[in-house]
């Protein structure tokens, strides 16, 4: 795995991110997640592999709308009679749906080309609703609808922070499993191999996380 990044000088919005990226991005499709959004679910992976290939294959860009109770703080789906997409709103007063636009995006090539036409909003910023939107005038806009099983948490405030927190405990002691546990995804993946995840918890086995890497192996070995 290799990481880059490069800086917004500035806080001007979602949507410079691909302005900023555009050499890194060299028009092929992408994804932008939120670094304060926690994503869980039993079928996430799923979902998410099936909006990357519907990017690929098809082009055009995919967004996600999930339930919630008040979406003012939100960019928000609104849809027609016959549930398609007809627009959506940042941080509307009145809400047309609940259904949110959480900070996880797919998009095909041309999506820095979009952004380098999108105008400041009232607020000052570049929105990522306003890439949205673009693709939805083309009639290139997928929304896949998040239902239950699926957790979304935004942890950009302490108090969300403490949410995700719980959540985390409570699933964790609850069914013995970790969240993200990188080294065991890996592993179920087949990027590494047993032996490797052995190495990977010897060297952290006086840490609950290390006992845990060394469990997952040594149950892989027994099955």
Request: hydrophobic residues 40%; glycine residues 10%.
């Amino acid at each position: 795995m290799r990481l880059e990044y490069a800086e917004q000088a500035k806080p001007r919005g979602l949507a410079e991110a691909f302005t900023i990226g555009r050499d890194f991005l060299a028009g092929e499709p992408c994804a932008l997640v939120l670094g304060d959004n926690m994503f869980h679910g039993q079928d996430l992976t799923r979902v998410l592999t099936r909006a990357k290939e519907k990017v690929e294959c098809h082009g055009g860009a995919v967004v996600f709308g999930y339930p919630v109770q008040d979406a003012r703080a939100f960019g928000v789906v609104e849809f027609d009679q016959n549930h398609r997409v007809v627009g959506i709103e940042e941080k509307p007063e009145v809400p047309k749906s609940n259904y949110a636009v959480p900070g996880l995006y797919f998009y095909d090539g041309q999506v820095s080309d979009i952004a380098a036409n999108v105008k400041p909003s009232a607020r000052g910023e570049l929105e990522i609703t306003s890439i949205n939107n673009a693709y939805l005038d083309q009639g290139q806009l997928s929304v896949e609808l998040m239902g239950r099983g699926m957790a979304w948490l935004d942890t950009g405030t302490p108090e969300g922070l403490l949410k995700a927190a719980e959540y985390v405990e409570v699933v964790q002691s609850r069914q013995g499993y970790y969240i993200a546990c990188l080294e065991e995804i890996a592993y179920r993946r087949g990027f590494i191999d047993h032996n490797q995840l052995h190495e990977l918890g010897e060297a952290l086995k006086k840490t609950a996380y290390g006992k845990y890497l060394l469990n997952v192996a040594n149950e892989a070995k027994r099955g």
